[in-house]
């Protein structure tokens, strides 16, 4: 079955960094545009980053558009969100994300809080 599983959130001051990571499994992963989503309770759910299945071609949130850089790796089937000069702003869970013949799949998420 198809599974994605992040990892990589956690507490960072702000201006910080930190790397995000999404293993997928279940699917031809190379075949699939994948998406990072982020969420915070009481707000709606932000489309943060996507990235292409062939081309690799992206697109940001204006947000984040100069301090993120989604990629992946379709070897090792795996997309990375790299994030720099967090904000307390950036704080949400992180999901990453695609749809597989009309239907589309979560991860469980991984938190971040930028935080002095």
């Known amino acids: 079955q198809v599974q994605l599983v992040e990892s990589g959130g956690g507490l960072v001051r702000p201006g910080g960094s930190l790397t995000l990571s999404c293993e997928a499994s279940g699917f031809v992963f190379s075949n699939y545009p994948m998406s990072w989503y982020r969420h915070t309770p009481g707000k709606q759910r932000e489309l943060v980053s996507l990235?292409?299945?062939?081309?690799?071609?992206?697109k940001y949130a204006d947000s984040v558009k100069g301090r993120f850089t989604i990629s992946r790796d379709n070897i090792r089937n795996a997309v990375q969100l790299q994030m720099n000069n967090l904000s307390p702003e950036d704080s949400a869970k992180y999901h990453c994300?695609?749809?597989?013949?009309?239907?589309?799949?979560w991860g469980q998420g991984t938190q971040v809080t930028v935080s002095s």
């Open positions: 990235i292409a299945a062939r081309d690799g071609s992206t």
């Open positions: 994300f695609t749809v597989i013949l009309e239907e589309g799949y």
